[in-house]
T-cell receptor
Framework: QQQVKQSPQSLIVQKGGISIINCAYENTAFDYFPWYQQFPGKGPALLIAIRPDVSEKKEGRFTISFNKSAKQFSLHIMDSQPGDSATYFCAASKGFQKLVFGTGTRLLVSP | ETGVTQTPRHLVMGMTNKKSLKCEQHLGHNAMYWYKQSAKKPLELMFVYNFKEQTENNSVPSRFSPECPNSSHLFLHLHTLQPEDSALYLC???????????????FGPGTRLTVT
């Protein structure tokens, strides 16, 4: 019940396209859903996060869509750029501390 | 940079060695974490320290021994490790608000550990 399932494992998108990464969770007590971005040689960095009281949150080209009834949330990267090539992790927790992470999606944006 | 530094960045050690990983945060946070990141696996929370007190130990083998002498420094002491312990070890920090929750976690760059 503590798992967060993330898909796809890897993704190739052309420059200017939309990248979509999906996550699903089981624990209905989770109330915080962040996405982290990790570049090679760096630690994960918080990209955007959402609480379950809203269905969508947008920050620049990055949007989280949240479906509470389906227990799913997704990250959309609009107008994907080569600089977005990184590994993306979804996570979930009750509060901020005990984050449960997905397995990660390696995104490659081709020029 | 995130304000969380880790040393060394790379470490190769034999199974009989003893070594330590160091983490330092310059953000004024009061909670610190150790995570293990292995290929194709989710990040695994290992230890949590709040106000220098260990509040979480996720069934981590005793060959990993954490130490938090103050709220800015966190160590992970390693001894008699196994090859399967090879991974990226990440430190993170956050501002804990007690029962009100905590702010977001900031990660360091990690130590790439190889056990031979």
């Amino acid at each position: 019940q503590q798992q967060v399932k993330q898909s796809p494992q890897s993704l190739i998108v052309q420059k200017g396209g939309i990248s979509i990464i999906n996550c699903a969770y089981e624990n209905t007590a989770f109330d915080y859903f962040p996405w982290y971005q990790q570049f090679p040689g760096k630690g994960p960095a918080l990209l955007i996060a959402i609480r379950p009281d809203v269905s969508e949150k947008k920050e620049g080209r990055f949007t989280i869509s949240f479906n509470k009834s389906a227990k799913q949330f997704s990250l959309h990267i609009m107008d994907s750029q080569p600089g977005d090539s990184a590994t993306y992790f979804c996570a979930a927790s009750k509060g901020f501390q005990k984050l449960v992470f997905g397995t990660g999606t390696r995104l490659l944006v081709s020029p | 940079e995130t304000g969380v530094t880790q040393t060394p960045r790379h470490l190769v050690m034999g199974m009989t060695n003893k070594k330590s990983l160091k983490c330092e945060q310059h953000l004024g946070h009061n909670a610190m974490y150790w995570y293990k990141q292995s290929a194709k696996k989710p990040l695994e929370l290992m230890f949590v320290y709040n106000f220098k007190e260990q509040t979480e130990n996720n069934s981590v083998p005793s060959r990993f021994s954490p130490e938090c002498p103050n709220s800015s420094h966190l160590f992970l002491h390693l001894h008699t490790l196994q090859p399967e312990d090879s991974a990226l070890y990440l430190c993170a920090s956050s501002q804990d608000l007690g029962t009100s929750g905590a702010y977001e976690q900031y990660f360091g760059p990690g130590t790439r550990l190889t056990v031979t």
